[in-house]
Nanobody
């Protein structure tokens, strides 16, 4: 499957952005999908994950209550709604997919597919 993330940009602290990730392939609805981010000089970190049907979701503690992950299997797209953005949310955001497992334990080393990132910059 090929993934393409878009929707990043520059926003002031407290603002909102919605990222989208479009995927190719007929088996999109079977994949576990996630968002990761990588800030300059830091390791790539998990942000959010969603199961195949959308009924199971997991978030990093740093974004709980502010970010919402969702998916539309009919459109082969996963979304990340980001509200109350903070300067520390500044990073390149990546979408990723894996074929097996639950929504816990997402890590950059156990994902099967990656999209190119999209830059999110939050100014103070």
């Amino acid at each position: 499957v090929q993934l393409q993330a878009y929707g990043g940009g520059l926003v002031q602290a407290g603002g909102s952005l919605r990222l989208s990730c479009a995927a190719s392939g007929r088996t999109f609805s079977t994949y576990r999908l996630g968002w990761f981010r990588q800030a300059p000089g830091k390791e790539r970190e998990f942000v959010a994950a969603i199961g195949p049907s959308g009924s199971t979701i997991n978030y990093a503690d740093s974004v709980k209550g502010r970010f919402t992950i969702s998916r539309d299997n009919a459109k082969n797209t996963v979304y990340l709604q980001m509200n109350s953005l903070k300067p520390e949310d500044t990073a390149v955001y990546y979408c990723a997919a894996r074929r097996m497992g639950g929504v816990a334990g997402f890590h950059e080393y156990n994902m099967d597919y990656w999209g190119k990132g999209t830059q999110v910059t939050v100014s103070s």
